[in-house]
Structure formats: C-alpha cells, structure tokens
C-alpha cells in the first residue's frame, strides 16, 4: 500500500493547481493573496490552506476505516 499523497493548494473559484508566483520553490505566507494562473482570481493563502486540510482529514478518514475493516476492529 501506497502511504503516500500529494495534496495540491487549488484554486478556490476554478480548482486550479497553477499560480502565479515568483520562482519555484516559493512558499506562499499566512494572509498573502496568491493569483491563479488560469482564471487570474486571487486566492486567500489560508483560505487554501484551510481546504487542503480538510482534504487531508478526509483521507486519513477513509484510510481509518479501511485499515478498521481489515483487521477487523
């Protein structure tokens, strides 16, 4: 099994994975406004962090159960 899962920041109006930023290793901060590479809106940073997070609980959800129904719990 495959533990890994890479969570992308998306755009919160077209659910792009592109932005605008100046390099790549960039790594947006806390109340900064990144822009979308697509549809050219600004994104609230923790707003999108926020998303990606409850993502992550979802999947560790999901990943619980399954591992709850293999062995049986």
Known sequence: MNAEKEI??????????DFVVPHDNYQPQQGE???CAN??????FDSMMRVVERE???I?????????K????
């Open 33 to 35: 406004m990144v822009k």
């Open 56 to 58: 992550a609980e979802e």
């Open 70 to 73: 293999s062995l049986k719990f």
């Open 60 to 68: 560790a959800d999901k990943i619980e159960k399954e591992l709850r």
């Open 8 to 17: 992308k920041m998306k755009c919160l109006f077209c659910f792009s994975t």
């Open 39 to 44: 549809c050219g809106k600004l994104n609230d």
